[in-house]
Structure formats: structure tokens, C-alpha cells
């Protein structure tokens, strides 16, 4: 099991910047890639990015390349997500995800039954 706590979220005005930190503990080997993803109200949930667990390869959503970047200090066992140019379409709970499988890296598709993720953490633009 993989528990993640997000942090790093707040309200920030149209073209600034946010960082997401995401905190990994428990069998954090078991995991193939780490990512985020968001949910705004009424939406669907929407995969950001994706990286790796053991190399540096990252796969990234169209609405946020360019503008986002997924980074991880693996030291400290965290996932990063370093956000500029926010805008108010970038509203939504962002939350912090763990694939074993590495499936994730590909669809950004977020499966409640094989993935793990944490609480959220909120930003508003």
C-alpha cells in the first residue's frame, strides 16, 4: 500500500505560479510511475503528467504542456508539480497519484481500482 499527502495548493491570479508537493510513503517501490491529475466540480477527472518511478521520462495532458512541469526529489520521496501561466480553466483538486502497473504514464487516465492517490490539495485561479 502507497499513502500520498498533497500540499502547495492555494488561490493565485490568472498567469501566475503554483507548486504541488506530494508526499509518498509505504511501498513506494511498488510503484512503476507517479503523476497528477485534477477534478474541477461537475467535471470529469482530467490526467496532468506523469513521470517514471526509476528514470527522468515524463509524458504531460496537451491543455498543460509548456506551462506545467512534473519533477521529483527522490531524497525526500516527493513528487513536484511546478505550474505557470495558471489560468482559470487550471481550477480544480489536484491530486497526487501512484500506478504500479506504469499504465498511467501512457492514458493519464486515473483507475480508482489500481491506482493510489491522496486527498487533494485545491487551487484556484
Known amino acids: 500500500h502507497v499513502q500520498l499527502v498533497e500540499s502547495g495548493g492555494g488561490s493565485v491570479q490568472a498567469g501566475g505560479s503554483l507548486r504541488l508537493s506530494c508526499v509518498a510513503s509505504?511501498?513506494?517501490?511498488?510503484?512503476?510511475?507517479m503523476g497528477w491529475f485534477r477534478q474541477a466540480p461537475g467535471k470529469q477527472r482530467e490526467g496532468v503528467a506523469s513521470?517514471?518511478?526509476?528514470?527522468?521520462?515524463?509524458s504531460y495532458a496537451d491543455s498543460v504542456k509548456g506551462r506545467f512541469l512534473i519533477d521529483k526529489d527522490v531524497a525526500r520521496n516527493k513528487l513536484l508539480l511546478h505550474m505557470n501561466n495558471l489560468q482559470p480553466e487550471d481550477t480544480a483538486m489536484y491530486y497526487c497519484?501512484?500506478?504500479?502497473?506504469?499504465?498511467?504514464?501512457?492514458?493519464?487516465?486515473?483507475?480508482?481500482?489500481?491506482?493510489?492517490w491522496g486527498q487533494g490539495t485545491q487551487v484556484t485561479v
Open positions: 513521470i517514471y518511478t526509476r528514470s527522468t521520462i515524463t
Open positions: 509505504g511501498n513506494t517501490d511498488s510503484t512503476k510511475c
Open positions: 497519484l501512484a500506478d504500479p502497473s506504469g499504465a498511467y504514464f501512457y492514458t493519464l487516465k486515473p483507475l480508482s481500482e489500481s491506482n493510489y
